[in-house]
């Protein structure tokens, strides 16, 4: 998809109703990260599902300027221009790791477009601040050659837009985690950037989500991907 400067590549993988997929990788979110993932999740959605896999900009082979004002909203921008892009009024989404912050934020944005939701171990800030802006200078350092129209500021810019709040999800403020009416299953994180703060604050405020502690490991692996199967078979639209 191309859209003004920005570049997207995406891929689809099955027919039904659709998945929007966000993997795991931090700001190196590309499709190639779900092998991260304790299951193929995109392999086991898509024998009943149209899932719309993606590189965010600036991972894999997406690309997109660098600006001041770059943040939340600008990947938020993004993923709602790719739904119009392929016709998609509503989806379900997916996403792991950063793929968390993704998902609160277009809920947070066009709760409409989104059906129901699974979160698997999302990203959260509890002390661990220096942690993202290290991972971040490592993905700007990695990136600065592909950027030549970005400044320093702009890079710091962009880092603060991003990890310079004190919103437990990082990407939409504590308090309207309260007005997500969209279904919501939250699978527990339980490390420095997933805390387990972070899944339990998004479970236990939203009003229409569940929180899954016990799905990593491999003895749990299999009712764990069960379950997101028959979660999101019990909110598909017909």
Wanted: proline share 6%; aromatic share 10%; with cysteine.
């Amino acid at each position: 998809m191309e859209k003004d400067d920005v570049r997207i590549r995406y891929e689809e993988r099955g027919e039904g109703f659709p998945v929007l997929a966000f993997a795991p990788g931090g700001l190196r979110s590309a499709i190639e990260w779900w092998s991260a993932a304790p299951w193929d999740v995109p392999d086991a959605l898509s024998g009943d599902h149209r899932v719309v896999l993606m590189d965010q900009r600036n991972a894999g082979e997406s690309w997109a300027p660098v600006r001041a004002d770059d943040g939340w909203d600008r990947y938020t921008d993004d993923h709602l221009a790719l739904l119009d892009h392929l016709g998609i009024e509503r989806c379900h989404l997916v996403g792991m790791c950063i793929g968390g912050a993704f998902i609160a934020n277009l809920i947070h944005r066009a709760p409409e477009r989104v059906a129901a939701a699974v979160v698997l171990q999302p990203i959260g800030l509890e002390g661990n601040r220096e942690l993202f802006h290290s991972t971040f200078a490592d993905f700007a350092a990695k990136q600065a050659d592909e950027h030549p129209e970005a400044t320093e500021q702009d890079w710091t810019s962009f880092r603060d837009n991003l990890y310079g709040g004190d919103h437990v999800l990082w990407s939409v403020p504590d308090e309207a985690v309260a007005t997500f009416d969209v279904p919501l299953l939250v699978f527990a994180g339980g490390d420095e950037p997933h805390p387990a703060s972070a899944s339990a604050m998004l479970a236990d405020v939203a009003p229409n989500a569940t929180l899954v502690e016990r799905w990593k490991a491999p003895e749990y692996t299999d009712a764990a991907r069960e379950s997101v199967a028959n979660f999101f078979a019990l909110h598909t639209s017909s």
